[in-house]
């Protein structure tokens, strides 16, 4: 092998003397290569999957400016749990048709901002922390929720919603 190794050497015309530096060079080069390749497919892939949420954010906040519970209901998971501030858990989408029901009667607007997602290993589950922000005829509320969401067939729905008031609670 190291015949070979001179051969080559000689025959490209590199100086026995430099021979080391240049594969030192050659061998950083390679490695920062693989480096840089293998941190651009997460990032692309990060992107791209907190692109997919920060639209299925818009088509929520859009939803609900149109009232439209359909579109609404469809973004939630069959086995959605439901953790409202003050009340009990709900499992099913029940309860969030009853409260989108009851908001969107009551003319209350609704509206999501994202401040942080956090992607699962392999991207399947995502949680997305943010503000809301509600107003009605004398009513107005802001305050965090907490989505819980699962990617399935490239679509992302809500496993897990819950939300809290940035208001004291009042006394009884």
């Known amino acids: ?22 594969i030192s060079i050659f ?5 920062m290569s693989l480096q840089v390749a293998g941190q651009d497919k997460p990032r692309t892939e990060l992107t791209h999957l907190t692109n997919e949420i920060s639209e299925l954010n818009n088509i929520f906040n859009e939803a609900f400016v149109k009232k439209n519970i359909e579109e609404l209901l469809s973004r939630y998971d069959k086995g959605l749990i439901l953790l409202p501030p003050n009340a009990p858990k709900s499992i099913g989408t029940e309860g969030i048709e009853t409260l989108y029901k009851y908001v969107l009667a009551n003319d209350i607007s609704l509206k999501h901002t994202i401040e942080e997602i956090e992607f699962s290993d392999d991207y399947s589950q995502a949680i ?6 509600t107003k009605g005829d004398n009513f107005y509320d802001i305050g965090t929720y907490l989505f819980v969401l699962k990617r399935k067939n490239n679509t992302w729905t809500i496993t897990v919603d819950m939300f809290n008031s940035d208001k004291p609670t009042k006394e009884k």
């Open 1 to 22: 092998m190291k015949i070979i190794v001179n051969d080559v050497i000689r025959r490209i015309g590199i100086d026995k003397r430099k021979y080391k530096q240049h």
């Open 27 to 31: 061998l950083f080069l390679v490695l």
């Open 128 to 133: 997305v922390i943010g503000n809301y922000e």
